[in-house]
């Protein structure tokens, strides 16, 4: 199916900014939605942010809403998660997802069927 590589992820200070790349090996984004979610230990996957590609479209968790900005760079089959006004709470390992564009606004991640292996983002108090 071809696989999902997130990177970007790192130690920030609370505020700070990090953006987060997920790129698509062996197959395109077209016909799919995705989708960053976020886990910390003990605690289900969460979901940040969701882009449909072929149209552009975006929705947000409202814990992310105006910090956060998906976006696609159809040249390089990338998505990208622009992370702003960074705080402790959104500590924690970032996936990247896709799944069928029928699940567009979805933000259950069972309707998710392809992952990538994660990136730790650690923002210090």
């Known amino acids: 199916q071809g696989e999902l590589v997130e990177s970007g992820g790192g130690l920030v200070q609370s505020g700070g900014s990090l953006t987060l790349s997920c790129a698509a090996s062996g197959r395109t984004f077209m016909s799919y939605i995705v989708a960053w979610f976020r886990q910390v230990p003990g605690k289900e996957r969460e979901f940040v942010a969701g882009l449909s590609w072929s149209g552009g479209r975006s929705y947000y968790a409202d814990s992310v809403k105006g910090r956060h900005t998906i976006s696609r760079d159809i040249a390089k089959n990338t998505v990208l998660l622009q992370m702003n006004s960074l705080k402790p709470e959104d500590t924690a390992v970032y996936y990247c997802?896709?799944?069928?564009?029928?699940?567009?606004?979805?933000?259950?991640?069972?309707?998710?069927?392809?992952w990538g292996q994660g990136t730790q983002v650690t923002v210090s108090s």
């Open positions: 997802a896709t799944a069928s564009v029928i699940y567009s606004g979805t933000n259950d991640p069972k309707y998710y069927n392809r």
